[in-house]
């Protein structure tokens, strides 16, 4: 049976990723999640409001709905764009971590020249450790996520100006 903190985990994983629906089924026990379609409302001034709702279903005793508003006023302008040629890009929802463990030194920094076979990071995913290679040969000239930050499915993760 699943506990109340392993629900709201699964609540948060979901609600942050691209998942609109999601069924889990253990031991009897059975959570399945669907998102509401995304309302988008542009007031004059353009600010954006979306409003996400997940509903979990479990055993009846477990009803926890979350709601989420998150309103954006304005895009932020990017002063130093980056040159780049390709995007290293997340192939799972996971957790990305930059070095091999706390007290190593990141597998890259900006400016590291990579080749296609360059371990760049680690994403976890379900307690499995996947290393993530760079597939190009270049220079690594952004890093766009943080270390232990959650990514989805296609997230870009490296930019990478190619030789």
């Known amino acids: 049976m699943l506990k109340v903190q392993e629900i709201r985990e699964i609540i948060k994983l979901v609600d942050q990723s691209s998942i609109n629906e999601f069924t889990y089924e253990t031991n009897g026990t059975k959570v399945s999640m669907k998102k509401s379609a995304e309302q988008v409302v542009v ?4 600010a954006i409001q979306v409003e996400k709702e ?5 055993e009846p005793t477990t009803s926890l709905p979350v709601r989420q508003n998150v309103e954006e006023t304005e895009a932020p302008v990017q002063e130093n764009a980056v040159n780049y040629d390709v995007e290293i890009t997340s192939p799972m ?3 990305f971590y930059s070095a091999p463990n706390p007290e190593s030194d990141p597998f890259v920094s ?6 296609k076979d360059t371990v ?3 994403v976890e995913a379900m307690k499995l450790f996947n290393e993530i290679e760079a597939e190009v040969t270049g220079e690594i000239v952004e890093i766009l996520v943080e270390n232990g930050e959650l990514v989805e499915y296609g997230q870009p993760l490296f930019r990478v100006k190619t030789k």
């Open 110 to 115: 900006v400016g590291t020249s990579v080749s």
């Open 43 to 46: 007031p004059s001034k353009a």
């Open 120 to 122: 760049v990071c680690i």
């Open 54 to 58: 997940v509903r979990p279903v479990a």
């Open 93 to 95: 929802v996971g957790t």
